[in-house]
């Protein structure tokens, strides 16, 4: 039976019974409530393994939950919202969202993509926890230290959100091989994108605004057009210590 305990945030109580219902079905430990202030305490409290969070809440929103438990907990954080909310699903996914599925979704799609996370947070926690696995890639200018899971871009620590850290570590491994957006997103997220690469597409964008002194013109991170995205880098191989 899967322990994972999961803390499931939407106003709307058809949703939250539906969302339920597959959740335990599927052997989770299922927490809810219907609003931002409650949810915080809950994330606190229980400390889930992954939360499910409505974008639109009557109180406080889901961006400044997300906000709010980001200051304190990398946690996997799916947000759910309508259709037409695409500037709130960039917003949240800027703020330390780590994916979105938006209403009407398939329950057992949405249990899928659940399993897919938790998956995928496993293998980081098991990464950081071998010895053998640690590794540190230096660049000009920039210093990936993986087993801290920690970045320096010009001597100056940058905060980086779970998949923003993940994608860098990505493509810099790879340096100079071009990645499709499918095959990122299918590596990073561990499930496939279904088409829908926009989730990627964002978290990039942010990635770029942290680590280029012009994100606009960048000099890591590339666009190979008609791919994806590689990461750049012209002086020979990274500098890796073990």
């Known amino acids: 039976m899967n322990t994972s305990r999961i803390l499931v945030v939407d106003d709307e109580p058809d949703i939250i019974e539906l969302i339920s219902l597959y959740l335990e079905r599927d052997g989770f430990d299922v927490h809810y409530t219907d609003n931002g202030e409650d949810a915080i305490r809950l994330a606190a409290e229980l400390k889930p393994d992954l939360i499910i969070l409505d974008i639109q809440l009557k ?16 946690v996997p954080i799916l947000f759910i919202s309508c259709k037409s909310d695409d500037t709130d699903i960039i917003h949240g996914l800027t703020v330390g969202g780590d994916d979105y599925m938006t209403k009407p979704f398939s329950p057992s799609q949405l249990v899928a993509r659940v399993k897919a996370h938790l998956r995928r947070q496993s293998v980081i926690d ?117």
């Open 59 to 74: 109180n406080i929103d889901g961006i400044e939950v997300c906000q709010n438990i980001r200051a304190s907990s990398e």
């Open 126 to 242: 098991q990464s950081k926890a071998a010895v053998e696995l640690e590794e540190v890639l230096v660049f000009d200018g920039l210093i990936i230290d993986i087993p801290a899971r920690s970045v320096h871009v010009r001597d100056k620590e940058i905060a980086l959100s779970t998949k923003e850290f993940d994608l860098l570590v990505q493509l810099a491994q790879a340096p100079n091989r071009a990645f499709s957006l499918d095959d990122l997103y299918t590596v990073v997220w561990g499930h496939e994108s279904m088409g829908d690469t926009r989730t990627l597409m964002v978290h990039i964008s942010n990635l770029r605004k942290k680590i280029e002194a012009d994100p606009t013109n960048p000099l890591y991170i590339i666009t190979v057009r008609g791919v994806g995205y590689k990461f750049c880098f012209k002086e020979g191989s990274p500098h890796v210590h073990r």
